[in-house]
């Protein structure tokens, strides 16, 4: 009930189309009704009263019947089936425009699988049903309903044996559609889980290789497609029962009508021609069931993977859409006893982590692996919500604006680099579609991109592959690098920004992100402390509490993790300087 509500809802903005397409229907449905009662007429009056001129009359009306239902059928099909795909395409696009605002959280915890299912195979089977299944049966039941009408006018006792058969006929047919419903839902779960071991095992193709798990894949692969088989064999059989059902009744029917009609034609209840008119009707009162039976398999997939679209709606949303946006900001941060910790889980990742920095200054922050330094970066970007603690963005509450305005402003460059396959030109543009060629020249230069570009036969224009694969990881890293510098963000953020680069290379992008950093405040997270000696403050993160915070001198003075983590490394660099 509430589908069908929900359903009724999308289709409110288009109710003029839909009573034109009704119209239409109800005057196929008219037509449909004359070629029986003419049939009827044939039998009664003209064979008897050799009306010889009057079968040309009664061959053009049923000619011109059929013609005039073609027309306001076929009218009343298109205008059908081009409302329910605006339907489908904007329930399409409310979902993914959902899933683009619902919180991370949900990103890590739902496999893709499922929400490329839902986008693309979900949708199909609502299209599908919209196609080919909706609309004729709209034009059937209307047909059906104006027979049932017209055999009721002629013999109502028929109509009434019509009814009961029909009767008859649902409860099985309610029945097995309930469990085909329901089976078509797990063989749904089963083909996303497929879907998703498919794509993993596509994209996770060099780790496979290198592990030589190929067998182990490719057996995984052959049971869950068995198990989805042997399932879907269970599903066709009742799929075939259910037709079977239709077709028996639709055979059964006359054999009743005519065993009812037949004893009022004997008693001179009715004329022949009344029986032959009665009679005429059936296939037109049995169309919709039919239908439903041909059709189940559609139908019944179609109804969960709506539900499944509709679940999107209800995706909670990572905030409001009419909360303020964000001026332009300074750079004063100034985190507050923050608690955290990733949704499902019970270890708190932050444990009363707080952090001042002062626009324009460079805050370095360290520790060991694990320690909540990129998730300290997730809530700082409002990606996640903290379950305690405040994050003020120049005295301002960041969970009191719309966040993305306040990311617009920030430049990011992760660990992990996502690029897209398309151009060079447009990977670097992303952040800003509106840069010149200048900017662009610029931004290369500053992360170290010129000398690569120029040496590309194709330059800017040079396609780099899915997600970037045909480009090292070191080269990834510095196109994010330039997209960053591209934005001329207040907020500059580098997690781990140069661990993909040999020390040469890392050495120019560092002075080239040192001109950048002065005037504008920068978060920078590293492993190798070098990276951070100059920032105005260095924060060491372990286990989610700030257990150090100064600067390089007073932090070696200290004589505590810091300084402990930095001679080991140290010690490393002068083996290497030594080498
Ligand atoms: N999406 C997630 N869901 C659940 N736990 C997570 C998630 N992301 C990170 N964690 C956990 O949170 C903790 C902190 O991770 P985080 O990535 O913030 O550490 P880090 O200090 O940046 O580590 P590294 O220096 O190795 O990058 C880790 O124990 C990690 O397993």
Not at 219 to 238: F, G, M, V
Not at 405 to 419: A, H, I, K, P, Y
Not at 469 to 478: T, V
Not at 556 to 566: C, H, P, S, V
């Amino acid at each position: 009930m509430k589908l069908l509500r929900e359903t009724l809802k999308h289709f409110k903005p288009y109710w003029r189309g839909l009573l034109l397409a009704f119209i239409c229907s109800l005057i196929g449905g008219a037509f449909t009704v004359i070629p029986p009662i003419l049939a009827g007429k044939l039998v009664d009056e003209i064979l008897p009263n050799q009306m010889t001129d009057m079968i040309g009359w009664l061959v053009a009306g049923v000619l011109f019947s059929f013609l005039f239902k073609v027309i306001f059928e076929s009218l009343q099909e298109f205008i059908q089936i081009q409302i329910g795909l605006d339907v489908i395409t904007d329930m399409q696009m409310r979902a993914f425009g959902r899933l683009h605002k619902t919180p991370m959280s949900f990103f890590t915890t739902t496999p893709r699988g499922d929400m490329l299912y839902r986008l693309t195979h979900d949708v199909e089977a609502v299209q599908n049903l919209n196609n080919t299944v909706v609309p004729r049966f709209v034009q059937q039941v209307v047909s059906a309903v104006a027979a049932f009408i017209a055999v009721f006018a002629l013999y109502w006792p028929v109509a009434i044996v019509m009814f009961c058969v029909f009767a008859i006929y649902l409860y099985p047919s309610f029945k097995l559609g309930t469990t085909m419903r329901k089976m078509s839902a797990v063989q749904r779960d089963m083909r996303a889980d497929i879907y998703h071991h498919l794509q993993e095992s596509i994209e996770s193709t060099r780790l496979v290789r290198t592990f030589q798990t190929q067998e182990r894949e490719i057996h995984t692969q052959d049971t869950k497609l068995t198990d989805w088989k042997n399932y879907s064999i269970r599903a066709a059989l009742i799929g075939k029962v259910n037709w079977r059902l239709g077709n028996l009744f639709n055979i059964a029917t006359p054999g009743v009508v005519m065993l009812v009609g037949g004893i009022a034609v004997w008693n001179n209840t009715i004329s022949v021609g009344t029986l032959v008119a009665c009679l005429g009707f059936i296939p037109t009162m049995f169309f919709p069931i039919r239908s439903l039976a041909e059709n189940a398999l559609i139908i019944q997939q179609a109804i969960p993977a709506l539900q499944r679209i509709y679940e999107y709606f209800d995706l909670p949303k990572e905030h409001e859409d009419d909360l303020p946006k964000m001026q332009p900001v300074r750079g004063d941060i100034d985190i507050d006893n923050l608690w955290f910790r990733y949704p499902g889980n019970e270890e708190y990742v932050l444990k009363g982590v707080s952090l001042n920095m002062k626009a324009g200054q460079h805050i370095g922050i360290v520790g060991t692996s694990g320690g909540g330094k990129s998730t300290l970066i997730q809530l700082l970007l409002g990606l996640y919500e903290p379950e305690a603690g405040s994050i003020e963005i120049d005295q301002q509450n960041l969970f009191a604006y719309n966040r993305n305005s306040f990311r617009q402003q920030v430049g990011v460059v992760s660990q992990e680099t996502f690029l897209l396959n398309n151009t060079l030109r447009m990977n670097l543009l992303y952040g800003r579609k509106d840069a010149t060629q200048a900017d662009l020249d610029a931004a290369c230069d500053a992360s170290g991109l010129t000398e690569f570009v120029a040496a590309l036969p194709e330059g800017y224009e040079t396609i780099v592959g899915e997600r970037g694969l045909k480009l090292s990881g070191g080269q990834r890293q510095r196109v994010a690098l330039a997209r960053a510098i591209l934005r001329h963000p207040a907020l500059l953020i580098f997690d781990e920004a140069t661990s993909s680069l040999d020390g040469e290379t890392e050495e120019r992008v560092q002075s080239a992100l040192e001109e950048l950093i002065p005037g504008r405040t920068t978060i920078t997270i590293a492993h190798r402390l070098i990276t951070v000696r100059d920032a105005d403050k260095i924060v060491l993160l372990d286990k989610g509490v700030v257990a150090e915070s100064g600067t390089h001198e007073e932090l070696l003075a200290e004589r505590g993790k810091y300084y402990e983590l930095y001679m080991a490394q140290y010690s490393e660099l002068e083996k290497e300087r030594a080498i």
